[in-house]
């Protein structure tokens, strides 16, 4: 699936948090998006997942205006791994992960074997099949995470949203979602606060600061020490490990 925005742009309050920034995100890439708290990253991605509307641009999904689709359709291509915050459902992991099939329910439709299989597999990919009928409260911030990701794999969308999916939860758990989401093989558009995380698994990133695009291209052309420096107002230094991976290290 093909994300192109256009020059978008969103004011809150009289305060530009987008100014005219324009990504395009082609079938099956892996793009990151990075910068500071602040920057508009979260901002762009309810952006494209329709949570908000932008006061100026538009955004298309397979070269048609989204803004024209039904929630229902773009619902049916794009699903959403957000923040790990404290949630607090109260249904067992695998309700919770039926609700990712509604995009292809009707009305009061009843789920049925097909539901019922499409969960048991998302629940399999992310290996958390043995907890399908734990509370999803009792589970631990990793677990939860894992299941809103097979939620989200139970919509059966060509794209995924995710915004620093990866937040609070410790490095296992990092590299797990995150090489889940990479074998996937979809399209993924994906704020990252990590930008070892994004080096690792980005095939491009945007860089945004104060509302603005000023960096594109691969890990390897954004990740510079003059970059990191510019939007981050820190030193580092960039390494190769002995596979031939990129590293960035902190300096004071």
């Known amino acids: 699936m093909d994300i192109h925005a256009k020059q978008i742009g969103i004011t809150f309050d009289d305060t530009a948090i987008l100014k005219n920034v324009s990504i395009h995100v082609e079938n099956k890439e892996f793009v990151g998006i990075i910068g500071p708290n602040g920057s508009g990253k979260s901002t762009f991605l309810k952006i494209i997942y329709r949570v908000l509307k932008p006061s100026v641009g538009s955004v298309f999904v ?136 994004a080096s690792m698994f980005c095939d491009k990133i945007y860089v945004l600061k104060e509302g603005n695009v000023i960096a594109y291209g691969t890990p390897r052309e954004v990740l510079t020490k003059k970059t990191i420096k510019d939007i981050y107002e820190i030193d580092a230094e960039i390494i190769e490990d002995s596979y031939g991976k990129m590293h960035i290290l902190y300096t004071m």
């Open 62 to 197: 397979d070269e048609k205006p989204l803004n024209k689709m039904s929630i229902r359709d773009s619902a049916l291509k794009t699903a959403v791994v957000a923040q790990h915050n404290a949630y607090s459902f109260d249904f067992s992991v695998e309700e919770v992960v039926l609700m990712g099939r509604s995009p292809h329910k009707r009305t009061m439709e009843r789920d049925n074997e097909t539901d019922y299989r499409i969960v048991q597999e998302a629940l399999r990919t992310v290996n958390m099949e043995a907890f399908s009928q734990r509370n999803f409260s009792t589970l631990s911030g990793g677990e939860q995470q894992r299941v809103i990701l097979a939620r989200a794999l139970a919509q059966q969308t060509p794209c995924l949203i995710l915004d620093e999916p990866t937040n609070h939860l410790d490095i296992k758990y990092q590299l797990q979602l995150m090489s889940l989401v990479k074998r996937l093989n979809l399209t993924v558009v994906s704020a990252i606060h990590d930008l070892n995380i």
